[in-house]
Every structure is written in structure tokens, then in C-alpha cells.
């Protein structure tokens, strides 16, 4: 419901909605929760659609029993953080996307994201982890190593914004 009105679509009461008016589904729910939302799409109708997650570790076998189904499943990765549900749409525009999943539509995606003016990479399923694991350390671990600095800079005698502060640069 929030989503429609931020992007002034339409809202849909049910998923059995949502699939029927949809060529494309993006699951874009936290990694624990992709396999569930698959478990309760798969038993209506998908066949031509493609269903894909966001995941960076996770592979699109995680959409067990597509191919029986007719449908295509992908794993469609931005190299970006999203820090935001009502800003980040603005800075994707930056972002690497890597695509994994059915051989069949992969040009397909591929030229959908660069027209929209994202690089694209192919990843193999078995390469996903080393993938995320290099999304990590540019990230996540850069975050915490900034936030031992603050806190060394706070033993200091820094408070937590001058901290930030001098760190920034």
C-alpha cells in the first residue's frame, strides 16, 4: 500500500492479483524470506512469467520446479546500498547489476538494465558467493571499521558527531 502511493500505481488486495496483472515479479524481501514467497506464488498460474529475486547470495535455484511451471527464474542483483525505500530509487541509476538464472532471457535482462543506463555483468550460480562476499568487504566491513574509528576516536575524548566528522573525509 505504501509503495502505491509513493509511485502512484495501482494497489492490489490480493497476490493472486498482483500475478495475474504482472509479466515480471521482483521478490525483494530480506534473503530468509525468498524460498516462502516462492512456496506461495508457485501454485497459481505462472507460466511465461519471470520471477526473480534481488538477492546477491542467493541463486535462482532457489525457485525450485520453475522450469516444470513455464517460468523463468533469475537472480537480479544490484551492486548497491540501498539506504532508503523513498531515496535510493534515485541513485540506482550508479549501480552494477549482476544477472544469474535461465539461459533463455538473459540478453533480455541485459538490455533492459542498460537502457535504463546500468552496467550489467553475468555471474554464474557458483560464483554468488564469492560475488557477495566482495559486495561485503566493500561495504559492510568498510561501515564497521568506520564505526571502530568513531568509537576509538570517542576513547579519545571525541563525542560521536565530531568523531563521525573528522572521519568523513
Excluded at 509511485?7 to 497476490?15: A, C, F, G, I, N
Excluded at 515480471?24 to 512469467?49: C, H, M, Q
Excluded at 532508503?84 to 552494477?96: F, G, N, T, V
Aim: hydrophobic residues 40%; glycine residues 6%; proline residues 2%.
Amino acid at each position: 500500500r505504501q509503495a502505491s502511493l509513493f509511485t502512484h500505481t495501482k494497489y492490489y488486495e490480493t497476490l493472486e492479483e498482483i500475478i495475474a496483472s504482472s509479466d515480471a515479479l521482483f521478490l525483494t524481501v530480506p534473503d530468509g524470506a525468498i524460498e516462502d514467497v516462492w512456496n506461495s506464488i508457485k501454485r497459481y498460474s505462472l507460466t511465461g512469467k519471470f520471477i526473480c529475486h534481488c538477492s546477491g547470495v542467493m541463486t535462482s535455484a532457489v525457485f525450485s520446479e520453475i522450469d516444470q511451471m513455464g517460468a523463468f527464474g533469475y537472480s537480479i542483483h544490484p551492486l548497491f546500498a540501498v539506504h532508503s525505500k523513498l531515496q535510493s530509487y534515485q541513485e540506482i541509476s550508479q549501480a552494477y547489476f549482476t544477472i544469474e538464472g535461465s539461459e533463455c532471457y538473459l540478453d533480455f535482462w541485459k538490455e533492459f538494465f542498460e537502457n535504463l543506463g546500468n552496467p550489467v555483468r553475468f555471474i554464474r550460480a557458483e560464483q554468488k558467493v564469492l560475488y557477495h562476499s566482495a559486495a561485503v568487504f566493500a561495504s559492510n566491513l568498510v561501515t564497521g571499521l568506520f564505526e571502530t574509528g568513531v568509537n576509538l576516536l570517542m576513547a579519545c575524548g571525541f563525542d560521536r558527531e565530531s568523531g563521525e566528522a573528522a572521519l568523513k573525509p
